[in-house]
């Protein structure tokens, strides 16, 4: 009971020793610090620090009786005092920051070629990602690896293959892994070239759509980051022809996609 109290006044600003005082004080009445620190298992010191802490939130009333200095918890219906307080710092900082952000939001929008960039972590993160890419109707030019990790992540959900889009039209430049075959895929439109894995073993994805590019780690639980930036696409679509202008025209086996 008593630590869900203690919860409630810490909510309200109040640090845990002062509010191991502050209840010390409701039950005790006026009290001296001694009497005060001994209930609340709080050393004497560190109570009179409490007490002037407590004293800046109004919740403490100080008097003299006899020749003694006591002290006495205010009514806790001045806790409610703290919450009105609160509450009018962020309604002033609400103000403050509704006449702020439309110039805020002018800075951000004004800079129109700064990259914005999206995390995806995970297979279904990574199928999303395919997924977008699939759905674009601009050329696409794509880079990844033949492999284990990547044909785990095809058999995920083979619906979002991009290889499974028959609007796809681009390039694709391909690194097959020793012992592994290139999933079938609808080859209209698509220009394909090889890379020699040995040479150049890598396992991942690149796509490059328009002003996006997209890189896939199909590694541990995977994950991916979608830039889009006019400036470094410009950059990749650059190392991408100069990997394009080494490869090899790609010739699919006589049957290739006639498998099951």
Request: proline share 4%.
């Amino acid at each position: 009971m008593l630590e869900d109290i203690k919860a409630g006044l810490n909510e309200l600003g109040l640090s845990d020793k002062e509010a191991d005082v502050y209840l010390a004080m409701l039950e005790l009445g006026p009290s001296s610090v001694q009497d005060i620190s001994k209930r609340a298992g709080v050393n004497r010191s560190t109570t009179y620090v409490m007490v002037e802490g407590l004293k800046k939130h109004g919740l403490v009333s100080t008097f003299e009786k006899g020749k003694k200095i006591v002290f006495a918890a205010e009514n806790p219906g001045k806790l409610m005092s703290i919450v009105s307080e609160h509450m009018g710092l962020l309604e002033a900082k609400r103000d403050r920051l509704s006449q702020t952000l439309p110039r805020l939001m002018a800075i951000f929008n004004a800079v129109e070629d700064k990259p914005r960039v999206r995390f995806f972590e995970g297979d279904a993160g990574l199928v999303s990602i395919r997924e977008e890419i699939a759905l674009s109707r601009e050329p696409i030019w794509e880079l990844y690896a033949v492999d284990e990790m990547m044909l785990d992540l095809v058999n995920i959900e083979p619906e979002h293959r991009i290889e499974k889009s028959k609007a796809l039209h681009g390039r694709a430049l391909i690194s097959v892994k020793p012992g592994f075959e290139v999933p079938y895929f609808d080859r209209e439109g698509v220009e394909v070239r090889e890379i020699d894995y040995k040479k150049l073993p890598f396992t991942g994805d690149l796509g490059i759509v328009g002003t996006r590019v997209y890189i896939l780690s199909h590694r541990s639980r995977g994950m991916g980051v979608i830039i889009d930036s006019a400036d470094i696409a410009e950059v990749m679509k650059a190392l991408y022809e100069m990997a394009w202008s080494c490869a090899i025209a790609w010739t699919p086996p006589a049957d290739w996609g006639k498998k099951k």
